[in-house]
């Protein structure tokens, strides 16, 4: 399995443009974390879903903040509009429940507002 | 409620000493216990886990056990290297509710 793929790798934008970081979970999991990890703040869980029902959405910052999880395949993360001070790494996070329940995190999205 | 406590960095140890991170939590019921590690520019992969009192998870010659008694779940590695040079941070899913709890981190460099 290739593990959870995530998109862009990198992304460098100016405040007040539109961010879409995309998340392809691994096959079969159920259930979908985004977190963003920051020097200042850590690793903060920003929403997650189980079987692409948002469950818990308190860690989402603001309204500047959207996620969705149209399908079992594909999970997004929109910033509209963007601050400098969203820069960050963006993980996803997928898991199996019916498993031992670890977490499986891809690479993350590095996003730079400018 | 749930929390995870782990021992503030950054640790710098020379190659083939001995390591120990604390990690201690707060959590009802019956969590499952993780550690984690992030190599720079990477995610977070799982280094070992435990998912019930006195089991001991291991991995890469990484070691923790879940003690119930003392809530806690302490990494130790008796002979660390420069490649585990890394973050490494603790971490509890409650089991009820799919809540994942992670710790802030712990720093860890390895000098030759």
């Known amino acids: 399995d290739a593990g959870v793929i995530q998109s862009p790798r990198h992304e460098v934008t100016e405040m007040g443009q539109e961010v879409t970081l995309r998340c392809k979970p691994i096959s079969g999991h159920n259930s979908l974390f985004w977190y963003r990890q920051t020097m200042m703040r850590g690793l903060e869980l920003l929403i997650y879903?189980?079987?692409?029902?948002?469950?818990?959405d308190s860690g989402m910052p603001e309204d500047r903040f959207s996620a969705k999880m149209p399908n079992a395949s594909f999970s997004t993360l929109k910033i509209q509009p963007s601050e400098p001070r969203d820069s960050a790494v963006y993980f996803c996070?997928?898991?199996?429940?019916?498993?031992?329940?670890?977490?499986?995190f891809g690479e993350g999205s590095r996003l730079t507002v400018l | 409620g749930n929390s995870v406590t782990q021992m503030e960095g950054p640790v710098t140890l020379s190659e083939e000493a001995f390591l120990t991170i604390n990690c201690t939590y707060t959590?009802?019921?019956?969590?499952?216990l993780f550690w984690y590690v992030q190599y720079p520019g990477e995610g977070l992969q799982l280094l070992l886990k435990?998912?019930?009192?006195?089991d001991k998870g291991s991995n890469k010659g990484f070691e923790a056990t879940y003690r119930k008694e003392t809530t806690s779940f302490h990494l130790e590695k008796g002979s660390v290297q420069v490649s585990d040079s890394a973050v490494y941070f603790c971490?509890?899913?409650?089991?009820?509710?799919?809540?994942?709890?992670f710790g802030t981190g712990t720093s860890l460099t390895v000098i030759p």
């Open positions: 996070a997928t898991q199996d429940t019916s498993l031992t329940g670890e977490l499986f």
């Open positions: 971490a509890l899913n409650s089991n009820t509710g799919n809540q994942f709890y």
């Open positions: 879903f189980n079987n692409n029902v948002p469950i818990d």
């Open positions: 959590a009802t019921g019956y969590p499952s």
């Open positions: 435990a998912t019930k009192a006195d």
